[in-house]
């Protein structure tokens, strides 16, 4: 597969097609965006800001970084390319290869997803021709994702931008699929950014993940299921298939259960007891249950 960056982005103030040269990006009503040292644009604007650091922060970035770079997490991420895979195909089937199949990650964190999806397409002999953009609000976690580079040393065909699910900084209708893996999903905001028969692949936790480490960190421990997607409908989404994703890892360090649980909302909830209890483990086999849920828009 050919994969490149995506090109086609919008202000995230009124709309407008950004243009720009290397160095900055603007809109027709003269909104403008400055490319940051890393390579990635920042294009949250201060008054659509809801903290003045919004979004993971630097420790969990970190922690999540060291953890999938371990590659625990690669059966999602082959989930996620095979997905992305059988769409662009499809797609391009009906287009007669018209055009680049457009793909977004909304709350792409630090990277890794993309990274391997651009790995993966590599290795691929369909000649499917991806265009890729992976945005986030927090600007650590961007900042991180624009530093990976492939194994050549040369940066990732990915355009990096910081952005609210709110405000997907997309031209309208104009990405095919949305990815949003343990995220936060905005359906009005992707909507905008989505034609009549786009895509998104959300992937959430299912009942049975991490559950020996929530049994190990929780007096009581309930099975909880995946995120309702009920407001979906509303904007237009309709669920087209549910897969379980279910694989067992071997945490070998204290610091691999650390990174795991510091990825997690646990982080912050977990009792005192809890915390204590982990901090004294440095090995455990655990379970990862994840429901991928793809829905289109009608
Ligand atoms: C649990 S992390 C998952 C990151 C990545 N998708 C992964 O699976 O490794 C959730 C991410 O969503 C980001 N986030 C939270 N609210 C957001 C929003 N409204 N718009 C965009 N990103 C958001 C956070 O900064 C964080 O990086
Ligand atoms: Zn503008």
């Not at 490319?35 to 970035?61: F, T």
């Not at 990277?111 to 265009?131: I, M």
Request: hydrophobic share 45%; proline share 5%; charged share 25%.
């Amino acid at each position: 597969m050919r994969v490149a960056g995506l090109t086609d982005l919008a202000c995230t103030i009124d709309g407008t097609p950004l243009i720009g040269d290397g160095a900055s990006l603007r809109c027709g009503h003269g909104h403008s965006f400055d490319r940051a040292r890393d390579g990635y644009w920042n294009l949250v604007v201060v008054q659509h800001k809801a903290s003045s650091d919004p979004g993971d922060s630097k420790e969990m970035v970190t922690a999540r970084r060291r953890f999938l770079n371990t590659g625990l997490y690669s059966p999602i991420a082959a989930h996620v390319f095979e997905t992305v895979r059988d769409l662009a195909v499809s797609t391009r089937r009906a287009d007669g290869d018209a055009r680049a199949f457009t793909i977004a990650d909304a709350g792409c964190g630090e990277g890794y997803y993309l990274q391997r999806l651009v790995e993966l397409a590599a290795q691929s002999s369909d000649t499917a021709a991806l265009r890729l953009a992976g945005f986030d609000v927090s600007k650590w976690a961007v900042q991180a994702a624009a530093k990976r580079r492939a194994n050549d040393g040369a940066p990732l065909p990915v355009r990096w931008l910081v952005a609210n699910n709110r405000r997907p900084p997309f031209a309208a209708q104009s990405i095919d699929l949305m990815l949003c893996l343990f995220g936060f999903p905005v359906w009005e905001g992707f909507r905008a950014a989505q034609a009549q028969g786009g895509a998104v692949l959300l992937i959430d936790p299912g009942p049975d993940h991490l559950i020996e480490l929530r049994r190990i960190i929780y007096p009581d421990v309930t099975q909880t299921e995946p995120q309702s997607i009920e407001r979906a409908a509303a904007s237009g989404y309709w669920l087209v298939r549910t897969e379980t994703v279910r694989f067992s890892i071997e945490l070998e360090t204290r610091e691999a259960v650390q990174d795991l649980v510091a990825m997690t909302p646990h982080a912050h909830r977990m009792p005192e007891a809890g915390r204590m209890a982990l901090a004294a483990i440095d090995r455990l086999l655990v379970t990862v249950d994840v429901v991928a849920r793809l829905l289109t828009l009608d």
